[in-house]
């Protein structure tokens, strides 16, 4: 019996693009499940974020007014622009175009550094502050919500950087990119929830 | 629609500028010093078509079955909602 027939019938081989069937998620599936817990997880705290400052609304105001707004605007406008990037990426590599792919996922890891360069300042001028997340109730999300993101965003970049290097060196193709989907999603996913932290945090009063 | 056939180049960059309008809405919003229901509402609807935005188009849920996307549309009400009643109590 050839290798390729099972009793007989032909068996066309398997490749990860036929893995991933009309209708599903992107990426691997198995991925998404952790994508969804990190989501939940993030929700839970800024839902626990909006309570706590309404039992103390004057000082979540005052100390919401602390921050820079402009740094959080200018994070959100490199992060979504990151994300469109990692778009740009993944319409490269449907089309076997590896080259590509791993230019706009380089451009996409490059903003995520500018992200991470700028929270970097963000945070240690708090630091020179003396703010701390014992400071008060308001520091103390900002803080870790804030830092927990920025843990996501570097592990997002660890993530691009593995997908870049293997594009390079034409690890992808037209019918195999379910690599690239998965570490697409968690970054859209990062995108997704800075989306929401940047206004519940930096701008609603 | 097949997840593997791609969104259109200009599409997505239309999508993109959208996001990038809406960000800056949202910046000048703060900006302005603006307070109040109504505009806690406005801020949390322009983050949900935000992130509606993101979700269907970047990560590519549109192509996907309902399910997919009505996790992440009821995400987006259940945390939204809480957080719009939350600021609702503390304006009462």
Redesign the interface.
Known sequence: MDSSDINGYPVKPLNM?QL???????GDFAFWIFI?AE?IAF?VL??AY??A??KN?ELFNASQLTLS??SG?IN??VL??S??F???G??AI??GLNKQCAHWLTGAFLFGGIFVCIKMVEFNAKYTADITMSTNNFYMFYLSLTFFHFMHVLMGLVILGFIINKARRGGYSAQNYVGV?TG??FW??V??LW??L???V???? | MDNAKPQSNLFSTVIWLVLVALTIMTFCLGEAGMTGKGVMLTLLAITMIKSQLVANYFMGLRNTKLLWRAIMLVYFFIVGGLIALAYTIALM
């Open positions: 693009h991933n069937h009309k209708g599903d998620l992107p969804f989501m929700g800024f839902v909006a309570f400052r309404a609304v707004r402009t605007a959100t406008l979504i622009t994300s469109y990692v778009v740009r993944v319409a449907k089309s989907e697409a999603s859209h996913m995108d997704f989306i929401i940047f206004p519940l930096y701008i609603i009063r």
